[in-house]
């Protein structure tokens, strides 16, 4: 157990729809990462925080937005949802916000776009 | 159309084999390295790392290589164990990056007890 909690575990929705992933941090973590996952394309880095600020962003679509909360724990928010949005999505959580590799992986959430 | 997916390389060896993952990396750039390991249903677990001012890094049953002139990073798994099946990803991490990792399509282990 990496200490880093994802809800849900599991998403079903349609083209079109908009939906929320959320995030808990590990304990004194103050960064978390957004990760997609998808047979194609593997495991792409979206977007980061670090204590509630946007550190360094990826190659995240216009449609996704993400945020930290004051409590640390993140959400992001996926729009007007394609087929091609169908992905695990993961997040991560680290104590540094710099040049650090160890993250800590939630077990993702699991998104079909139907 | 239909999307195609990644073919991963897949690597097969007998329990208490040592095995070898093999990774290129493409950014010069580059000066962390990581490997995770990723079993089914579960997210990226970190293994090893490695700076670019070292050419090795031990572990715990696993050692990381780092060949800079070729681009090259290998991890070695001694004595590997059914519960190493997994994917294994390479990681790596620009000098003037923040968490951006750049994953590499990763090799499925499987071993065989």
């Known amino acids: 157990d990496s200490g880093v909690t994802q809800t849900p575990k599991h998403l079903i929705t349609a083209t079109g729809q908009r939906v929320t992933l959320r995030c808990s941090p590990r304990?004194?973590?103050?960064?978390v990462y957004w990760y997609q996952q998808s047979l194609d394309q593997g495991l792409q880095f979206l977007i980061q925080y670090y204590n509630g600020e946007e550190r360094a962003k990826g190659n995240i679509l216009e449609r996704f937005s993400a945020q930290q909360f004051p409590d640390l724990h993140s959400e992001l928010n996926l729009s007007s949802l394609e087929l091609g949005d169908s992905a695990l999505y993961f997040c991560?959580?680290?104590?540094?916000?710099?040049?650090?590799?160890?993250?800590?992986f939630g077990e993702g959430s699991r998104l079909t776009v139907l | 159309g239909e999307s195609v997916g990644l073919h991963l390389p897949t690597l097969s060896v007998q329990e208490g084999d040592n095995s070898i993952i093999n990774c290129a990396y493409s950014?010069?750039?580059?000066?962390?390295f990581i490997w995770y390991k990723q079993e089914s249903g579960k997210g990226p677990q970190f293994i090893i790392d490695i700076r670019s001012n070292m050419d090795k890094r031990q572990g715990q049953r696993v050692t990381v290589l780092l060949n800079k002139t070729v681009k090259h990073l290998s991890l070695q798994i001694a004595a590997t164990q059914p519960g190493d099946s997994a994917v294994y990803f390479c990681?790596?991490?620009?000098?003037?990056?923040?968490?951006?990792?750049?994953f590499g399509q990763g090799t499925i282990l499987t071993v065989h007890p």
């Open positions: 950014n010069s750039a580059s000066d962390y």
């Open positions: 990681a790596e991490l620009p000098g003037t990056s923040y968490g951006k990792l750049t």
């Open positions: 304990s004194g973590d103050l960064s």
């Open positions: 991560a959580s680290s104590v540094e916000a710099g040049h650090t590799g160890e993250l800590f």
